[in-house]
């Protein structure tokens, strides 16, 4: 497997029977490059001058295929943010989320894959349910917003 994470995910990709396109490489780029859990329109905006004829439409089926294809996960909508956002998930993580602001921040840790399927284990266990995806957002209130709220984190 590449060290490189877009060589690594065009290869998944190819390996999956998915035709690269200057349009996907570009959205995928975007997204492995930009930390920023971005909206559909935010991708747009950030491709556009590259790709000048994208559509939207095209940023929207290019997601929906990734998605598919195990290479980034769409983030819920919260109460102050009603997008949704996308995430390269290259490397595997959960994400704190502030319920003020709508701030998304990347947690990484090592144990995550034990994590994930533990909880795969118990949902099996006690529902039942067959998992094929899952992925994990705890939310709360990030720095700037205890502060600015006068929260006291004891």
Same mark, same amino acid.
């Given at each position: ?96 989320? #502030?319920?003020? #602001? ?39 209130? #990030?720095?700037? #917003? ?9």
């Amino acid at each position: 497997m590449s060290d490189n994470p877009l060589e690594a995910a065009i290869q998944h990709l190819k390996q999956s029977g998915v035709r690269m396109t200057p349009q996907r490489k570009f959205i995928l780029e975007y997204l492995i490059t930009h930390h920023n859990h971005p909206t559909v329109e935010t991708i747009y905006a950030g491709v556009d001058n590259k790709l000048p004829n994208l559509s939207l439409a095209t940023v929207y089926n290019t997601l929906k295929l990734l998605v598919e294809n195990d290479l980034v996960i769409e983030l819920p909508a919260t109460e102050n943010d009603t997008s949704l956002h996308y995430d390269y998930f290259g490397v595997p993580h959960f994400h704190a989320i #502030c319920e003020n #602001c709508g701030k998304i921040t990347d947690i990484f840790v090592d144990e995550y894959k034990n994590i994930n399927q533990n909880l795969i284990n118990l949902t099996k266990q006690q529902s039942g349910y067959w998992v094929n995806n899952s992925q994990f957002e705890v939310y709360g209130y #990030c720095p700037e #917003c205890q502060k600015k709220l006068q929260l006291n984190n004891n």
